[in-house]
């Protein structure tokens, strides 16, 4: 069965550091988002990726947060200069046509030291 | 916005049934989904409903959608330990995004 894939599983960053969590979403799907959860606490929408651009975003998803799609297949999510409140996991998820049930990975554990 | 609650804890005996609620504020969700969350791991899809449907059973899990209400419950039949673990209620709208509840953890003892 298709999954989306994220990697890595878990990283650790030093505070101020630029990290990059990478996600490949199922094949022939079109709409691609990003969610984190802080632990113990919901999870919570970051932004949504369609047609090449962002589509939605919160207010969590500051200037700190960029998004891209480099190549067709990955779907990458960028923190610039990363906080200790950064840590947390990060799910992408992404949507076939017909808009139907959304598919999620298993998550980046990150970690910020 | 849109705002997803559900009751934090639920404790069940092995062998009964448990029902997890959830109550939803958005009336244009779409789809009302549940996920299972094991400590440390991820996300896992259990079961979906469309808006338009009242019941949806797949083998131990019954959804109910109460649409008026705004009211989603999942009911597991004959809960076995390897239930425990949180379970999220979410909705989704014609945006795309999903609104996710607080989680309810539940407990199975033997």
């Known amino acids: 069965e298709p999954e989306v894939t994220q990697t890595p599983s878990h990283q650790v960053t030093q505070m101020g550091q630029e990290v990059i969590l990478r996600c490949v979403p199922i094949s022939n799907h079109l709409y691609f988002y990003w969610y984190r959860q802080i632990l113990g606490q919901k999870v919570e929408f970051l932004v949504s990726?369609?047609?090449?651009?962002?589509?939605?975003k919160s207010e969590i998803f500051d200037d700190q947060f960029s998004v891209e799609r480099p190549d067709g297949s990955n779907f990458t999510l960028k923190i610039r200069s990363t906080k200790l409140e950064d840590s947390a996991m990060y799910f992408c998820?992404?949507?076939?046509?017909?808009?139907?049930?959304?598919?999620f990975g298993q998550g980046t554990r990150l970690t910020v030291v | 916005g849109e705002d997803v609650e559900q009751s934090l804890f639920l404790s069940v005996r092995e062998g009964d049934s448990s029902v997890i609620n959830c109550t939803y504020t958005d009336s244009s969700s779409t789809y009302l989904y549940w996920y299972k969350q094991e400590p440390g791991a991820g996300l896992q899809l259990l079961t979906y409903i469309f808006s338009n449907m009242d019941m949806k059973q797949d083998q131990r899990l019954t959804v109910l959608l109460n649409k008026k209400d705004k009211h989603l419950s999942l009911r597991i039949a004959d809960t076995q330990t390897g239930d425990s673990a949180i379970y999220f209620c979410a909705e989704r709208g014609n945006a795309g995004k999903s609104t996710f509840g607080d989680g309810t953890t539940l407990t199975v003892k033997p």
């Open positions: 998820a992404s949507i076939p046509q017909g808009n139907t049930e959304a598919f």
């Open positions: 990726f369609y047609n090449n651009e962002i589509s939605e």
